[in-house]
């Protein structure tokens, strides 16, 4: 199981394999229904009708720009997510790791004593709000949790390599 929770109308969505193709469709440029049609080699009143289905499943969204005739309808994340858990769970996990180290950095930065002589001048001291302690432990648990992540991360990687090998059989 790849872990996507799946509500009733995205289980309709994905019932259709003229919907899934749409999807795949998709998911290499944002495109309006004749185009849609073009590629599909279908009607555009199908097309239309299918497009309605994955918009209500919100797995795909739909821009129209204000004077311009053309609708685009393109992937929307939660479409991106179906089609590719793998790249998703990679963001997060990605996104988490970029936060720990940012909040490890923000408390190490006042570490740094930097001091400054002018002629005959005290030397200059950064502010230090946050005691030692707390920044060695917010250091540590940034460091963990950025471990612990990349751990996640590679296990799932080994489960969906595993769920593809198994469905290529």
Not at 9 to 33: G, Q
Not at 43 to 54: A, R, S, V
Request: with cysteine; glycine share 2%.
């Amino acid at each position: 199981m790849l872990g996507i929770t799946l509500g009733k109308e995205t289980l309709k969505a994905l019932s259709s394999d003229i919907r899934i193709d749409i999807l795949r469709t998709l998911e290499s440029r944002k495109m309006t229904v004749s185009e849609l049609s073009r590629s599909m080699n279908m009607n555009k009143t199908t097309i239309y009708t299918h497009l309605i289905i994955l918009k209500e499943a919100e797995l795909i969204k739909r821009r129209e720009r204000h004077g311009h005739k053309w609708v685009y309808y393109r992937l929307s994340f939660s479409g991106m997510s179906i089609l590719h858990p793998e790249q998703t769970n990679f963001l997060v996990s990605l996104t988490f790791i970029v936060l720990s180290l940012l909040t490890m950095l923000y408390f190490i930065a006042p570490l740094a004593q930097f001091n400054v002589l002018v002629q005959d001048s005290p030397p200059i001291q950064p502010k230090n709000t946050t005691s030692p302690d707390m920044i060695v432990i917010f250091i540590i648990l940034s460091i963990i949790m950025s471990i612990i992540c990349l751990i996640l991360l590679l296990i799932r990687q080994r489960k969906i390599k595993k769920l593809q090998k198994h469905i290529q059989k």
